[in-house]
């Protein structure tokens, strides 16, 4: 496994993808089980039909922006700020229904709200914010080891239902899952959770301890995988009322046995819709890769520069496709050398490239957050990733070539893409 | 007639400009005038004092008559200038950055 400074210092990482012209997703002879979907996209959009609009959904330090353009993703519109001045920690939309839009809207002072569009993110409403845990929530590790109790900080995740616009996930701080099947209007705790998997022992990360990934299954209604910073990665077969912890495999120095059943801070799980059974992470520390639904892990860091990062996300029509954001290391939240490269896969895993063409390759000192990188599922397929920075980038071309959208918003907590017709 | 100032993030959420104006029922407290505040505008439940254990955010203050009422007992009466509309309750977001 090694440390990432040793890679750092045994490796070229320089601009591998400079200069070549990787194949185009059009070029590539399609896999017979490749779907045409990807998460939060239309269903039933078809690969090859062009799509006319895409709607980028961007949450920021101080508030919400959307970025809309037509299918060739050049010319872009901006609108916002919404909730000016609040964290809009996520804002996604609904598979089913794509003018039905989620918001976390969250502030030190005022707390946590939620917001809901019906109309495209045109007009919101604030919706149901009283999330209570399920019980008596306990206790958990505190950063020194003692037990702290659980308390509500925000939510980090909104991920609605793949069916229905009236029911959505809640991933929140202190770590759980919540559940809301009337809009947004009230929330119910799935604590099988916290009590299945062993609450006790999870511990906060730098970001807090947070419930920050939800995936549905698009084959299992039952099936939902979630992750938390730092507990690890589980799953619920039956529809979020028992949990399983999913983390064999991982390896993490910074826990007393560095193979627990839980403790790992894994920082972002993706899937590909046509084979949700395979998992791809991007941990504290390592990419992995699940063929199983995470009943074990295995390494795919390969030659990254390094393999601390915080997003991963997987093309729309290539399920072997991955990218993600390599940051120096845990300390030094920024790209390594001060390059901005995005490092794709696409045989998933072992072996990755730099993606630099239209990225900074000097002075760039930003950090690319957990929820700031997702896909479109145009063809060739879309790539969007914002920055602590304030810039959102997009490349229409699988990665190949990079250009901003906006260059100079607040600081990016998240970014979602929605496919329109 | 009771009269609220609410931070500005606030009176956004409540599309409201300016004071509140509001009866209350009853004692005149730093508890039923939030009471009647999230009854005239739900879309502020929460956002004050928690809904669960009704504590006051800690980032916010309440000030009125020239007086920090933070820290007073939430059941305690007003002072009459606040029950009798003279001086508003002045719900503040503490100066702590951002």
């Given at each position: 496994m090694g440390t990432a400074t040793d890679r750092l210092c045994g490796q070229?990482?320089?601009?591998?993808?400079?200069?070549l012209r990787a194949p185009r997703s059009h070029d590539r002879p399609k896999a017979v089980?490749?779907?045409?979907t990807c998460g939060g996209v239309l269903a039933g959009e078809q690969k090859g039909k062009r799509m006319s609009r895409v709607r980028v959904l961007v949450g920021t330090r101080k508030g919400a922006f959307i970025l809309t353009a037509d299918g060739k993703r050049d010319n872009w519109t901006i609108d916002g700020p919404f909730f000016?001045?609040?964290?809009?920690y996520h804002i996604k939309g609904s598979p089913a229904d794509p003018n039905r839009i989620y918001a976390s809207q969250t502030s030190g002072w005022f707390g946590q709200v939620i917001q809901r569009s019906d109309d495209g993110g045109k007009t919101w409403e604030p919706v149901g914010n009283h999330v209570e845990y399920d019980g008596v929530p306990g206790t958990h590790q505190w950063y020194d080891g003692t037990q702290h109790p659980w308390e509500f900080a925000r939510v980090w995740h909104l991920e609605p239902s793949l069916a229905d616009p009236d029911t959505v996930y809640a991933g929140v701080e202190d770590a759980a899952l919540f559940r809301s099947t009337d809009g947004g209007l009230t929330w119910h705790e799935l604590s099988g959770l916290r009590r299945d998997s062993s609450g006790h022992l999870w511990q906060p990360g730098a970001g807090g301890m947070c419930l920050h990934t939800i995936l549905l299954d698009p084959d299992n209604p039952g099936r939902i995988f979630a992750a938390i910073s730092a507990a690890g990665a589980f799953r619920s077969d039956d529809g979020g009322k028992t949990w399983l912890p999913i983390n064999r495999g991982l390896h993490s120095e910074y826990i007393p046995d560095p193979e627990a059943e839980v403790g790992h801070c894994v920082h972002r799980i993706a899937l590909h819709p046509s084979r949700p059974q395979v998992l791809f992470m991007q941990k504290h520390w390592d990419v992995m890769r699940s063929d199983d639904a995470g009943e074990s892990w295995h390494e795919i860091?390969?030659?990254?520069?390094?393999?601390?990062?915080f997003p991963i996300a997987v093309h729309a029509h290539e399920p072997e496709t991955v990218y993600v954001v390599p940051i120096k290391s845990d300390h030094e939240h920024f790209p390594p050398e001060g390059k901005l490269r995005v490092y794709r896969s696409r045989t998933g895993g072992h072996e990755w490239e730099a993606l630099t063409n239209g990225l900074p390759q000097r002075d760039c000192y930003v950090n690319v957050l957990r929820e700031a990188m997702a896909v479109d599922a145009l063809d060739p397929c879309g790539i969007y990733f914002g920055t602590t920075g304030g810039q959102v980038y997009v490349s229409a071309d699988s990665g190949d070539t990079w250009q901003p959208i906006v260059r100079d918003l607040p600081a990016v907590l998240s970014v979602e893409v929605q496919t329109l017709p | 007639m009771i009269r609220v100032v609410l931070p500005p993030h606030l009176r956004i959420m409540a599309r409201v400009d300016g004071e509140i104006v509001l009866e209350v029922e009853g004692a005149v407290t730093l508890r039923s005038v939030l009471d009647a505040l999230e009854a005239a505008y739900p879309v502020l439940r929460g956002t004050i004092r928690d809904q669960a254990t009704q504590r006051r955010r800690p980032f916010l203050r309440f000030f009125a008559c020239q007086q920090d009422l933070s820290h007073q007992p939430p059941d305690d009466p007003l002072p009459d200038a606040v029950t009798t509309g003279t001086e508003p309750l002045v719900i503040l977001a503490a100066i702590a950055g951002g």
């Open positions: 070229d990482d320089g601009e591998r993808g400079l200069g089980n490749e779907s045409d000016g001045g609040w964290e809009i860091s390969g030659n990254l520069p390094s393999d601390f990062g | -």
